[in-house]
């Protein structure tokens, strides 16, 4: 799997928007974008994937770059309960894609 | 819905001795994969069962080994535990193959915190 390069920490403050950053600058063209996000003494948990286009769910939006070398995750107003690990993970959607390949993340902490 | 549990939730070992951690997938669930994680890391695949043969596997030594039931709950059993094998298990089933995995997602439980003295 293509790799991604991620902050190691960010700050937001309690219901602002927060924009995560991911960058993947030798995504292929079968590469589904994925984020999941591990919250203290839990295990991961889904967020949102994309291939090409913006993507929007209940927890968070997903905006994908022209040429798809980033990405960014938006968390429309952050809450306490989003203060985690977030990890930004290219899949290629090629045979054999089974596991997911994590990266250290990005520590979001959010300060009420 | 029942989502994915894993027991114990957590437990000690000495070096040298074998244990076995268990986990229950997710209602409809075929898929199960094992990651381990380490202190300040991010998970790291260990394998993936599918159907109960095993369907892909990371860079662990054979010691890790596994094993998936009919009703798709699965094992993860290590041998001779050393001191770098303390870390959080994690486990995830999915509804899925091999394949069809870039748009797949995997639902994890919570984990077992293993620890070897």
């Known amino acids: 799997d293509a790799k991604t390069t991620q902050p190691n920490s960010m700050e937001s403050n309690e219901e602002e928007p927060v924009h995560l950053p991911c960058n993947h600058s030798?995504?292929?063209?079968?590469?589904?974008i994925h984020w999941y996000r591990q919250l203290p003494s839990q295990g991961p948990e889904y967020v949102i994937h994309g291939l090409t286009s913006n993507v929007n769910n209940r927890m968070a939006s997903l905006a994908i770059a022209e040429d798809r070398k980033s990405s960014t995750l938006i968390l429309h107003r952050a809450t306490l309960r989003d203060a985690a690990v977030y990890y930004c993970?290219?899949?290629?959607?090629?045979?054999?894609?089974?596991?997911?390949?994590f990266g250290k993340g990005t520590k979001l902490s959010v300060i009420p | 819905e029942t989502g994915v549990t894993q027991s114990p939730t957590h437990l000690i070992k000495t070096r040298g001795q074998q244990v076995t951690l268990r986990c229950s997938s997710q209602s409809g669930h075929n898929t199960v994969s094992w990651y381990q994680q380490a202190l300040g890391q991010g998970p790291q695949f260990i394998f993936q069962y599918y159907r109960e043969e095993e369907n892909g596997r990371g860079n662990f030594p054979p010691r890790f080994s596994g094993l998936q039931f009919p009703n798709y709950s699965s094992e993860l059993n290590v041998n001779a535990l050393e001191l770098d094998d303390s870390a959080l298990y994690l486990c995830?089933?999915?509804?899925?193959?091999?394949?069809?995995?870039?748009?797949?997602?995997?639902?994890f439980g919570a984990g077992t915190r293993l620890s070897v003295l």
């Open positions: 030798t995504i292929s063209g079968t590469d589904y």
């Open positions: 995830a089933s999915s509804l899925g193959a091999a394949g069809a995995g870039a748009k797949n997602i995997q639902y």
């Open positions: 993970i290219l899949r290629d959607s090629g045979a054999g894609s089974y596991q997911l390949t």
